[in-house]
C-alpha cells in the first residue's frame, strides 16, 4: 500500500478550540525557539522525529505491510500538566518563548549594558507611577502584536517582558530573568499600579515564564487586579485572577526601583463631622504627602466638571477597590473628572444608605474617610439590572461573569444569547450559573461582530453587553 502522507500543520493563534490550544502547548514542547529566532538545530530533529514516530504509528496500526524504519530516538514522557484556572489564558497561554537581553531595536542597535547606560541596575530613569501607566497604555492603543523577535519603533521587543522595559523605560530590552534585578520584591498587600508580577522559571525559561504590569485591584477583595500584558495576539489589559490565570502562587510582586517613594505613612485622621455625610469645608494635606496619594480631603473644588488633578484619579482608583468597576469601561480611572466619577461616587454614597444631597456624586469629607480608610459598605454588584433607556440592561461588571459564579445576570445573559440565535452549546436552559456553555456561546457572539483574540474571549464586557442588549 502507498506511504500516506502527513503534514505539520501551525495552530491559529487566536483559535479556542482545543485541538489548536493543545497542538500549541505540544508545539512548543518540541520546538521550544525557531531556528529563525536562534533556536537550536537540535529542536528541528525532534520534530521531524515526531513527525515519523506518528506516521509510523499509523502506518503499523492499520495492518500494512509496508516496513518503516524505526525512530531510534528516544522521547521523554512529558510530565503531567496542572489544569490552570479557567479564564482566557487556559485557551490561549500567553506564556511563550521571549528573547534574551538585548540593546533597543535588537543586536544590532548598540552594545548591552555599556557603563552608565539607563538599563544597568544601578541607574535607572526616575519615572513616576502615572507615567508608567501613561507608557502601558502606548502599546494597548496601538494594539502591538506579539512577537518574540520583532521589535517596536521605539525599540522594544514585543514579548512580555520588552513590554515592561518599555513601560519602566529602561534602556535596554530585559528579560523575565533579569528583570528583578531594577527592583524590589514586595508584598501582595504593597501592590501599587506600575508595579509588575513576574513568573520565571530558571529551569525553563520558555515554560511558565511570563510578567505583566499591575494596573490596579478590581474591587476590595483583592481577589482580581487589572493587567496589563504583551500576548498573543497583542497588547491587552483584563481583569486577572491573582496572581494570574495559570501558575498563580509563582507569581511575585516587584516594585521598579525607579519610583520614587513608595507606600506613604499613617497621616492623623480626618475628624468626622458627626450626622452628615459629606459636611463642606478642605483639610490641609499633611506636610510630604503627593496630591495623589492625599489621606486627608482635599476639598469639594477639586471635584466636578472640568476637574483635572491628581485627587480625580486617586478617587476613582479607591472608587474602584470599592467595587466601582463596572463605571469604568477602561478599567482605570484618569485624572479628568467625568460622569464615570460622579456616578460611582454616587453609588458608594447609596451604598452607604444616604440619599438625597447626600448622594449627588460629589465626594465630601465623610465619603473621602470611608475611602481612604477602607470602611463602610462596599458597592452592590448590579446583577439584576433593570432595562434602562432603549431597554438595555446595565452591565453588571466583569467579575459577575467568572467560573463559580452564579447570579441573575448570567441568566439573562443566557436567554439573551439564544434570542440572538447563539444558544448552540446550551444542552438545557440557561441557568444561574456560570459556564463553558456560556464561555462558547459568547465567543460565538463576539466573533460574529468580527472580534478576534482577546476581544472574543468569550468573557462579555461592556461592548458586547450592550451589542446584546441592543
Same mark, same amino acid.
Given at each position: 500500500m502507498p506511504m500516506p502522507g502527513f503534514e505539520e500543520y501551525e495552530p491559529a493563534g487566536d483559535c479556542a478550540c482545543r485541538g489548536c490550544a493543545q497542538r500549541r502547548? &505540544? @508545539?512548543?514542547?518540541?520546538?521550544?525557539? !525557531? @531556528?529563525r529566532d536562534g533556536g537550536h538545530p537540535a529542536a528541528r530533529g525532534a520534530r521531524r522525529a515526531l513527525v515519523l514516530a506518528t506516521a509510523a504509528g499509523v502506518v503499523l496500526g492499520g495492518g500494512g505491510t509496508t516496513a518503516v524504519a524505526a525512530v531510534t530516538t528516544p522521547t521523554p514522557t512529558p510530565a503531567p500538566t496542572p489544569t490552570p484556572t479557567p479564564g482566557p489564558a487556559a485557551l490561549d497561554d500567553p506564556s511563550s518563548p521571549q528573547g534574551g537581553r538585548t540593546p533597543l531595536h535588537g543586536p544590532k542597535g548598540g552594545p548591552v549594558g555599556k557603563p552608565g547606560a539607563p538599563a544597568r541596575p544601578g541607574a535607572v530613569r526616575r519615572i513616576d $507611577? &502615572?507615567?508608567?501607566?501613561?507608557?502601558?497604555? %502606548?502599546?494597548? #492603543?496601538?494594539e502591538v502584536p506579539y512577537s518574540m523577535s520583532e521589535y517596536w519603533t521605539d525599540g522594544y521587543r514585543q514579548d512580555c517582558s520588552g513590554y515592561v522595559s518599555m513601560v519602566w523605560n529602561l534602556g535596554t530590552n530585559e528579560w523575565t530573568g533579569s528583570l528583578d534585578k531594577f527592583a524590589t520584591k514586595i508584598t501582595k498587600d504593597e501592590l501599587l499600579p506600575g508595579d509588575m508580577l513576574l513568573f520565571h522559571n530558571p529551569a525553563d525559561p520558555n515554560n511558565g515564564s511570563h510578567v505583566v504590569i499591575f494596573g490596579g485591584w478590581v474591587d476590595s477583595t483583592r481577589t482580581h487586579y487589572v493587567a496589563y500584558e504583551q500576548t498573543r495576539p497583542n497588547t491587552r489589559k483584563l481583569a486577572t485572577p491573582y496572581g494570574y490565570w495559570s501558575n498563580a502562587t509563582k507569581y511575585v510582586p516587584y516594585r521598579f526601583n525607579g519610583v520614587p517613594g513608595g507606600i506613604l505613612p499613617d497621616v492623623p485622621d480626618v475628624p468626622e463631622v458627626p450626622g452628615v455625610p459629606d459636611a463642606p469645608g478642605a483639610q490641609p494635606p499633611p506636610a510630604g504627602a503627593k496630591p495623589g496619594d492625599a489621606t486627608v480631603f482635599p476639598g469639594a473644588d477639586k471635584f466636578g466638571p472640568g476637574k483635572t488633578n491628581d485627587h480625580v484619579a486617586q478617587l476613582g482608583r479607591m472608587l474602584i477597590e470599592r467595587g466601582a468597576y463596572r463605571f469604568y469601561p477602561k478599567g482605570v480611572a484618569? $485624572?479628568?473628572?467625568?460622569?464615570?466619577?460622579?456616578?460611582?461616587? &454616587?453609588? =458608594?454614597?447609596?451604598?452607604?444608605?444616604?440619599?438625597?444631597?447626600?448622594? #449627588? +456624586?460629589?465626594?465630601?469629607?465623610?465619603?473621602?474617610? %470611608?475611602?481612604? *480608610?477602607?470602611? +463602610?459598605?462596599?458597592?452592590?454588584?448590579?446583577?439584576?439590572a433593570a432595562p434602562g433607556p432603549g431597554g438595555v440592561r446595565a452591565y453588571p461588571g466583569a467579575l459577575v461573569f467568572r467560573p463559580g459564579q452564579s447570579n441573575e445576570a448570567i441568566r439573562?445573559? +443566557?436567554?439573551? %444569547?439564544?434570542?440572538? +440565535? =447563539?444558544g448552540k /452549546? /446550551?444542552?438545557?436552559? !440557561? #441557568? %444561574? $450559573?456560570?459556564? *463553558?456553555?456560556? $464561555?462558547r456561546n459568547v465567543e460565538a457572539f463576539q466573533r460574529a461582530q468580527g472580534w478576534t483574540g482577546a476581544s472574543a474571549n468569550g468573557y462579555p464586557g461592556p461592548e458586547t453587553w450592550r451589542r446584546l442588549f441592543a
Amino acid at each position: 500500500m502507498p506511504m500516506p502522507g502527513f503534514e505539520e500543520y501551525e495552530p491559529a493563534g487566536d483559535c479556542a478550540c482545543r485541538g489548536c490550544a493543545q497542538r500549541r502547548r &505540544a @508545539l512548543a514542547r518540541a520546538r521550544a525557539i !525557531p @531556528l529563525r529566532d536562534g533556536g537550536h538545530p537540535a529542536a528541528r530533529g525532534a520534530r521531524r522525529a515526531l513527525v515519523l514516530a506518528t506516521a509510523a504509528g499509523v502506518v503499523l496500526g492499520g495492518g500494512g505491510t509496508t516496513a518503516v524504519a524505526a525512530v531510534t530516538t528516544p522521547t521523554p514522557t512529558p510530565a503531567p500538566t496542572p489544569t490552570p484556572t479557567p479564564g482566557p489564558a487556559a485557551l490561549d497561554d500567553p506564556s511563550s518563548p521571549q528573547g534574551g537581553r538585548t540593546p533597543l531595536h535588537g543586536p544590532k542597535g548598540g552594545p548591552v549594558g555599556k557603563p552608565g547606560a539607563p538599563a544597568r541596575p544601578g541607574a535607572v530613569r526616575r519615572i513616576d $507611577r &502615572a507615567t508608567i501607566i501613561n507608557r502601558a497604555k %502606548l502599546w494597548l #492603543d496601538a494594539e502591538v502584536p506579539y512577537s518574540m523577535s520583532e521589535y517596536w519603533t521605539d525599540g522594544y521587543r514585543q514579548d512580555c517582558s520588552g513590554y515592561v522595559s518599555m513601560v519602566w523605560n529602561l534602556g535596554t530590552n530585559e528579560w523575565t530573568g533579569s528583570l528583578d534585578k531594577f527592583a524590589t520584591k514586595i508584598t501582595k498587600d504593597e501592590l501599587l499600579p506600575g508595579d509588575m508580577l513576574l513568573f520565571h522559571n530558571p529551569a525553563d525559561p520558555n515554560n511558565g515564564s511570563h510578567v505583566v504590569i499591575f494596573g490596579g485591584w478590581v474591587d476590595s477583595t483583592r481577589t482580581h487586579y487589572v493587567a496589563y500584558e504583551q500576548t498573543r495576539p497583542n497588547t491587552r489589559k483584563l481583569a486577572t485572577p491573582y496572581g494570574y490565570w495559570s501558575n498563580a502562587t509563582k507569581y511575585v510582586p516587584y516594585r521598579f526601583n525607579g519610583v520614587p517613594g513608595g507606600i506613604l505613612p499613617d497621616v492623623p485622621d480626618v475628624p468626622e463631622v458627626p450626622g452628615v455625610p459629606d459636611a463642606p469645608g478642605a483639610q490641609p494635606p499633611p506636610a510630604g504627602a503627593k496630591p495623589g496619594d492625599a489621606t486627608v480631603f482635599p476639598g469639594a473644588d477639586k471635584f466636578g466638571p472640568g476637574k483635572t488633578n491628581d485627587h480625580v484619579a486617586q478617587l476613582g482608583r479607591m472608587l474602584i477597590e470599592r467595587g466601582a468597576y463596572r463605571f469604568y469601561p477602561k478599567g482605570v480611572a484618569d $485624572r479628568t473628572w467625568s460622569d464615570h466619577d460622579k456616578l460611582a461616587t &454616587a453609588a =458608594f454614597q447609596r451604598a452607604q444608605g444616604w440619599t438625597g444631597a447626600d448622594a #449627588d +456624586g460629589i465626594p465630601g469629607t465623610h465619603t473621602w474617610k %470611608l475611602l481612604v *480608610e477602607k470602611q +463602610g459598605k462596599n458597592i452592590p454588584p448590579t446583577v439584576a439590572a433593570a432595562p434602562g433607556p432603549g431597554g438595555v440592561r446595565a452591565y453588571p461588571g466583569a467579575l459577575v461573569f467568572r467560573p463559580g459564579q452564579s447570579n441573575e445576570a448570567i441568566r439573562a445573559l +443566557g436567554r439573551q %444569547l439564544v434570542k440572538k +440565535g =447563539f444558544g448552540k /452549546y /446550551y444542552t438545557t436552559s !440557561p #441557568d %444561574l $450559573r456560570w459556564s *463553558e456553555a456560556d $464561555r462558547r456561546n459568547v465567543e460565538a457572539f463576539q466573533r460574529a461582530q468580527g472580534w478576534t483574540g482577546a476581544s472574543a474571549n468569550g468573557y462579555p464586557g461592556p461592548e458586547t453587553w450592550r451589542r446584546l442588549f441592543a
